[in-house]
């Protein structure tokens, strides 16, 4: 028997738990990578990796200031720079996280992309 195949005998939950943590991670940077096709600065695209990190962290409440702690930031800037400030495509944002068209203006707000109800 493989070490392998017999750690995953002896220890179903954590193997469970390990597949689970590597799909998670790979399904993260599948949407990082898609999402950043649509940044056109690395800034940006660095920013939003972590950005999506923290929102998959265990932090009590999604604030600005929550996400820039759990990011190990100084303080909220960055954080609200990019829902706020950060130009990138938000329409293509829209289509992967609204099950259908908004009616929102063309904007480069990622606040105003996100902010509908899903």
């Given at each position: 028997m493989t070490t392998s195949a017999r750690i995953e005998q002896e220890h179903p939950q954590e193997e469970e738990a390990l597949r689970f943590i590597t799909d998670a991670a790979q399904v993260l940077e599948e949407l990082t990578a898609r999402l950043g096709k649509h940044v056109h600065r690395?800034?940006?695209?660095?920013?939003?990796?972590?950005y999506l990190q923290g929102l998959l962290a265990p932090v009590g409440r999604k604030n600005g200031w929550q996400m820039a702690e759990?990011?190990?930031?100084?303080?909220a800037h960055g954080v609200q720079w990019?829902?706020?400030?950060?130009?990138?495509?938000?329409?293509?944002?829209?289509?992967?996280?609204?099950?259908?068209?908004?009616?929102y203006a063309s904007s480069?707000?990622?606040?105003?992309?996100?902010?509908?109800?899903m």
């Open positions: 690395a800034e940006v695209r660095s920013r939003l990796e972590r759990a990011l190990g930031e100084a303080n990019l829902l706020q400030e950060a130009e990138w495509d938000e329409q293509f944002v829209q289509g992967i996280f609204l099950p259908k068209p908004t009616s480069s707000s990622l606040s105003r992309a996100l902010a509908s109800p």
